[in-house]
Nanobody, 124 residues
Framework: HVQLVESGGGSVKAGGSLRISCAYSEYSSSYCLAWFRQAEGKEREGVALIDQDYTKVYADSVKGRFTISKDSAKNILHLQMNSLRIEDTAMYYC????????????????????WGQGTQVTVS
């Protein structure tokens, strides 16, 4: 059974940093894991993903500012967010798929069958 539980969201000033995390079940430890976000009134968009071999892919809007990582010993996925901007405000979701990671984060939300409940990040 795949379970994804996000934590670590909150409010931060523009230019600040925040790290959000996602605890995933052992069952999904070999899955492609990803972070998506959805701002109010907008479609869900891919932020970053990490494959079983630790290959990472980022959205252009977060490259150089966000870092996705996973601690396989603890089954925790992280998203370190630096130099946060007001436009990064969104609900952030952890997602997983048993298949190979897509090569892009654009338009791939439907590829992921497992989702967490989300954690809110607000930048002001």
């Amino acid at each position: 059974h795949v379970q994804l539980v996000e934590s670590g969201g909150g409010s931060v000033k523009a230019g600040g940093s925040l790290r959000i995390s996602c605890a995933y079940s052992e069952y999904s430890s070999s899955y492609c894991l990803a972070w998506f976000r959805q701002a109010e009134g907008k479609e869900r968009e891919g932020v970053a993903l990490i494959d079983q071999d630790y290959t990472k892919v980022y959205a252009d809007s977060v490259k150089g500012r966000f870092t996705i990582s996973k601690d396989s010993a603890k089954n925790i996925l992280h998203l370190q967010m630096n130099s946060l901007r007001i436009e990064d405000t969104a609900m952030y979701y952890c997602a997983a798929t048993p298949f190979v990671c897509p090569t892009s984060v654009r338009g791939v939300a439907s590829d992921f069958g497992y989702w967490g409940q989300g954690t809110q990040v607000t930048v002001s």
